[in-house]
């Protein structure tokens, strides 16, 4: 008896304790978010369609490279990695290109970039890639 007594107590301390920890945080406490745009050509300034811009965190990158986020470039050579959860919390990252078949990076694109990313700012990025033959 005195066992289920003493779980009793231990379950009805966690709801109340919870009540007061496990609150929601109002919705103004998070930063509103960031954007990035990317967009991806070819030496002749055609969009080039299917490269993957990729945004990780600075801290993790490159040892985990974990990425955070990541979109395809469309039939214009955009990308907007986060955009599909409504945009990117502000911080600071890297951002990679990795080209499509048939595309490299050439040396003198600087690949990641580092970024500091503000609410309600948008970061454009260009990436311009060679065509290989």
Request: aromatic share 8%; charged share 15%.
């Amino acid at each position: 008896m005195i066992f289920i007594r003493a779980r009793k107590i231990a379950a009805i301390a966690g709801v109340i304790l919870c009540s007061g920890a496990c609150a929601t945080m109002p919705s103004d406490a998070f930063p509103d978010p960031g954007h990035v745009l990317a967009t991806v050509t070819d030496q002749n300034n055609a969009p080039v369609p299917g490269a993957n811009v990729q945004l990780f965190f600075q801290l993790n990158y490159p040892q985990d490279g974990t990425m955070w986020r990541s979109a395809v470039t469309d039939g214009s050579g955009k990308a907007a990695p986060g955009e599909t959860d409504g945009g990117v919390l502000p911080g600071d990252y890297y951002v990679k290109v990795v080209p499509p078949t048939g595309y490299t990076v050439p040396s003198t694109q600087t690949n990641p970039i580092a970024i500091s990313l503000q609410s309600n700012k948008t970061i454009s990025l260009s990436y311009k890639l060679t065509k290989t033959p």
